[in-house]
């Protein structure tokens, strides 16, 4: 029998005992009207490869619960339940495999364990960055970000030196990290918060101050998600004060932007411009250095993506819509969802002022962007306070007819 290693990684990454998982999936059965039927001994034959395919039933609840297909889970489709799908589910199946199974293609688990092995980790990680920047956070995502974050941790077992184990935790931190802002992306916001409680204790174990930088300004982000304004700014203030914002000005340029769009929230204007300005004046000093890949979508075209939010909260939306404009005047094609949430933030400020034509194309616009993919759950929200100010605005135009009979069909995607 072959073991169930990917399940065992991501059960690692997540904390979860057989018995816990046992209870998850029983959860899911109940909710979908079946008997719940896990015990410790299923989960065990799952592990161990005694059970390679289990009933379809549990299958659709394993499918649920991890948010990705079944054979990303380590499962193994016997030959005759092999469908013959249309060539479009064929592809999409592949894509959505491809985000959990991204983080799999790991080294092999030998005794000692390298600074080859590490790289080969964090091109893995890189991949996964890549897909969410086109797609967005989804289920998928977090399951391939948490595969790769168990993977670390057991291959830090062999790890060579303790020099390569910080590296080995850094990088776990740096995987539960994506995971934990992929659930931000899809609003899954309790599970963010787990993920984030454990990438900040292996951050701090790391000693890395960039990783621990960016787990705070995940906090940030999460915090201004809860809307805990005050948890937001604090986050944020905590990032400029690592090392890595001391000594990288692009790092101390995004944690002002963070801090700045916490002061929003509260409606300090003042202190949220102060910190855009801090924002802006240190990106100015930034030099192109090596860095994380989760970090190459922050330029001056995302600064002004983060001023658009900024003067949103503050209900200046004349400066938002201009902020906006410049954002997607230059942020990269192949960041597509990031230039969605541009495009979103525009028809809101757009919206704001009373402008239904335009704000209904660039809401539009966004669906178009996504084309293909479902909408992230923070798209679908900020989409939802469009159209609800829409409604308020102009109920009965044209313009409003056309968008809600084009967005009425995506509401119903997942």
Same mark, same amino acid.
């Given at each position: 029998m072959q073991q169930n290693q990917v399940l065992q990684d991501l059960m690692q990454a997540m904390e979860l005992t057989q018995s816990e998982l046992a209870d998850r999936v029983n959860r899911r059965l109940l909710?979908?009207?079946?008997?719940?039927?896990?015990?410790?001994?299923?989960?065990?034959?799952?592990?161990?490869?005694?059970?390679?395919?289990?009933?379809?039933?549990?299958?659709?609840?394993?499918?649920?619960?991890?948010?990705?297909?079944?054979?990303?889970? =380590?499962?193994?489709?016997?030959?005759?339940?092999?469908?013959?799908?249309?060539?479009?589910?064929?592809?999409?199946?592949?894509?959505?495999?491809?985000?959990?199974?991204?983080?799999?293609?790991?080294?092999?688990?030998?005794?000692?364990?390298?600074?080859?092995?590490?790289?080969?980790?964090?091109?893995?990680?890189?991949?996964?960055?890549?897909?969410?920047?086109?797609?967005?956070?989804? =289920?998928?995502?977090?399951?391939?970000?948490?595969?790769?974050?168990?993977?670390?941790?057991?291959?830090?077992?062999g790890a060579s030196s303790g020099r390569i184990n910080s590296r080995l935790l850094s990088l776990a931190a740096d995987y539960l990290a994506l995971a934990a802002w992929s659930c931000i992306d899809a609003r899954e916001l309790d599970r963010a918060q787990t993920h984030l409680d454990r990438a900040g204790t292996l951050a701090g174990m790391s000693g890395d101050p960039v990783v621990q930088m960016t787990v705070w300004n995940f906090v940030a982000m999460l915090a201004h998600h809860r809307k805990r304004p005050g948890e937001a700014v604090a986050a944020a203030q905590a990032a400029q004060a690592t090392r890595a914002c001391r000594q990288d000005p692009l790092y101390a340029s995004l944690a002002h932007a963070r801090t700045a769009i916490g002061h929003s929230d509260q409606l300090d204007r003042q202190a949220a411009l102060r910190s855009l300005g801090y924002a802006?004046?240190?990106?100015?000093?930034?030099?192109?250095?090596?860095?994380?890949?989760?970090?190459?979508?922050?330029?001056?075209?995302?600064?002004?993506?983060?001023?658009?939010?900024?003067?949103?909260?503050?209900?200046?939306?004349?400066?938002?819509?201009?902020?906006?404009?410049?954002?997607?005047?230059?942020?990269?094609?192949?960041?597509?969802?990031?230039?969605?949430?541009?495009?979103?933030?525009?028809?809101?400020?757009?919206?704001?002022?009373?402008?239904?034509?335009?704000?209904?194309?660039?809401?539009?616009?966004?669906?178009d962007l996504m084309a293909g993919d479902p909408l992230t759950g923070r798209m679908r929200t900020l989409l939802g306070d469009f159209h609800r100010n829409l409604l308020s605005v102009a109920p009965d135009t044209h313009a409003t007819r056309e968008w809600t009979d084009r967005a009425r069909p995506e509401w119903s995607r997942t």
């Open positions: 909710t979908a009207g079946r008997r719940a039927s896990i015990t410790d001994r299923t989960v065990r034959y799952w592990l161990t490869g005694k059970t390679r395919w289990p009933q379809q039933a549990v299958r659709e609840a394993l499918e649920r619960e991890f948010g990705c297909p079944i054979e990303s889970l =380590g499962f193994a489709r016997p030959d005759w339940a092999r469908p013959v799908l249309p060539e479009d589910d064929v592809h999409r199946r592949d894509f959505l495999a491809a985000a959990a199974a991204a983080a799999l293609a790991h080294p092999t688990a030998h005794a000692r364990v390298g600074h080859s092995d590490v790289e080969q980790l964090r091109t893995n990680l890189a991949q996964l960055v890549a897909l969410d920047n086109q797609r967005g956070g989804h =289920g998928a995502l977090e399951t391939g970000a948490l595969a790769g974050a168990g993977q670390v941790m057991r291959l830090s077992r802006e004046e240190a990106l100015t000093r930034s030099e192109a250095l090596p860095r994380p890949p989760w970090l190459a979508f922050y330029d001056l075209a995302e600064l002004r993506a983060l001023t658009a939010i900024v003067c949103g909260q503050l209900g200046e939306f004349e400066q938002s819509e201009a902020a906006s404009h410049q954002a997607l005047a230059t942020i990269p094609a192949n960041f597509r969802r990031n230039r969605a949430m541009a495009t979103a933030r525009l028809a809101v400020a757009q919206i704001g002022q009373g402008e239904a034509d335009h704000a209904c194309s660039s809401a539009t616009a966004v669906l």
